[in-house]
């Protein structure tokens, strides 16, 4: 199960920090969890992943320097801290697990992932 949480609306240049709580995955090393996101019209984009046991993490452009990805084992949960928050950034984010692999950002390829959130609104606006 996958439960995202910490959506809502924030202005222009805020923050925000989602979380997602997995319970009953074993993630080993070649497991990954990942963000996404989908905005009204448009199709679901990848925004940041995790994984191995070093806590690899990879982002999608828009989201190097102002989005930070990490995970707190002991509460099976996964964050995405997000700064400096634009109106462009309003979407529905979701949380994947993907068991083996992970996204590729560069190319859209890859494993997005294996089982997926419900998904927390996510609104910029003044």
């Known amino acids: 199960q996958l439960v995202e949480s910490g959506g809502g609306l924030v202005q222009p240049g805020g923050s925000l920090r989602l979380s997602c709580e997995h319970t009953?995955?074993?993630?080993?090393?070649?497991?990954?969890v990942s963000w996404f996101r989908q905005a009204p019209g448009k199709s679901r984009q990848g925004v940041s992943s995790?994984?191995?046991?070093?806590?690899?993490?990879s982002y999608a452009d828009f989201a190097k320097g102002r989005f930070s990805i990490s995970r707190d084992n002991a509460n099976n949960t996964v964050y995405l801290q997000m700064d400096s928050l634009k109106p462009e950034d309003t979407a529905i984010y979701y949380c994947?697990?993907?068991?083996?692999?992970?996204?590729?950002?560069?190319?859209?390829?890859?494993?997005?992932?294996?089982?997926w959130g419900q998904g927390t609104q996510v609104t910029v606006s003044s």
């Open positions: 994947a697990v993907a068991e083996s692999g992970c996204i590729q950002f560069n190319s859209g390829s890859g494993n997005w992932g294996d089982y």
């Open positions: 995790i994984r191995g046991s070093g806590d690899i993490t």
């Open positions: 009953g995955f074993i993630l080993d090393e070649y497991a990954s």
